[in-house]
Every structure is written in C-alpha cells, then in structure tokens.
C-alpha cells in the first residue's frame, strides 16, 4: 500500500502487510492522523478486494457515500464483527481499519472490548486479516502494559504522523537523529521499517472535499 514520498529521495513509499500484517499508525494530533487515514482508504479501495472501517464515531465517512458500505459505526454492528473475528470467520485478505482503537474500545460492552482485545492478543498473520490500527499516542499510552496493546507494536514499524517521534517508543527508531527532534510541518510524518525513520509526505485524500 503507498503510504507518502520521501523527503529527500522523493522515492515513492509503500507499507508491505503481506511482511508486517500490522500497521501502527499514530501521532500527535487526531485530524493529521485522520487526514492520513482517509489518503490511505483510497489507496486500499485500489488494491484491495475488501476493507472494513471500525469507526463508531464515523470520522472516516462523512461525506463519502462510496464508503458507507465499508463502515460499522453503530455499537451492535462492530460488536457482531468482533464476534465474527473470534469464531475466524472474516474473509481471508481483509483489511481492518481502526481510526482510534481506543473509541472503539469505549463504543462497546465489556465483554466484547474483552473479546477484541483478545484478538490482537492472539493475532495471526496466517489468519489472512489485516489491519491498520490507529490513535494518538497519549491514548495508547494508556494501555501500553497491556498485552494485546504490545502486540499491535510488536514488529515495532508502522507510520508517525506529525512531530514528536522521539517521545513515543512502540514505533522502535534504532538511531534518533538531530533532524528527528526538529518540528515537522503539515503533511508529513515518518514511515517506519525495520529501526529506519524515513521522512515523508504522506499520502493526501484524492479529493479535498473528502475531509468531511
């Protein structure tokens, strides 16, 4: 999946879930992560054959009817696919998207915010989903200790919208440089592979007015 532009070689960068089925995406700032997000829906509509959105507070959605089909907003219906999800019974070569996994958590019953964390607890790459986890960092810093959170970060790669990446530890930077510490402006962020920080331009929605 193409993920941005470097920087500075302004070589196009693509996301492999077929090596890493876990794509961590976060940052400090909700709409920069959302904006990514919605530039990243139209790259998996591309080369996809199927994608389900996990967005109770429809942050991906507003204003795109193409996508209606594609999200579960209301809390029934994302616990009916959690429930799907445990008994393995989801499509093989799904993508999972997950705007803020901390709202979906707080957007369900006990049991079934139980259930979806045992799911990321007990992944499995030769289940045939993937998924595309994101929140801010100070969300799931919460959870940090927990076990399905470390799991989510465990091949350490994933994408960091925005400043601030060496002030979080999931997504792991072997060597932090000088130009890592330096602010970031809008419309850039790191994709991080194998201890590797490289800078990019993200992947922008295909059209403005998508933003809702």
Known sequence: MPVGIAKDSIEKLYFNFHKTPILLVSGEDDEEINRFLRGALDALEERFDRYLVIDPESVLAAGVARREVNHIVSSDAIEGLIDALGHK?????????????????????????????????????NDGVYCLVADTMWKLSKYSYELWCRQVAFYGDGIWIGSGITSQAMLRVATQRQEHRNPVEGGYGYLVTKGSAVLMKYTQPSVEGEEG
């Open 89 to 125: 019974e989801t499509e093989a070569g799904t993508v999972l998207v997950v705007p803020s996994v901390t709202s979906v958590l707080a957007s369900i019953s006990n049991d079934h915010a139980a259930k979806f964390k045992k799911f990321f607890e007990g992944f499995s790459a």
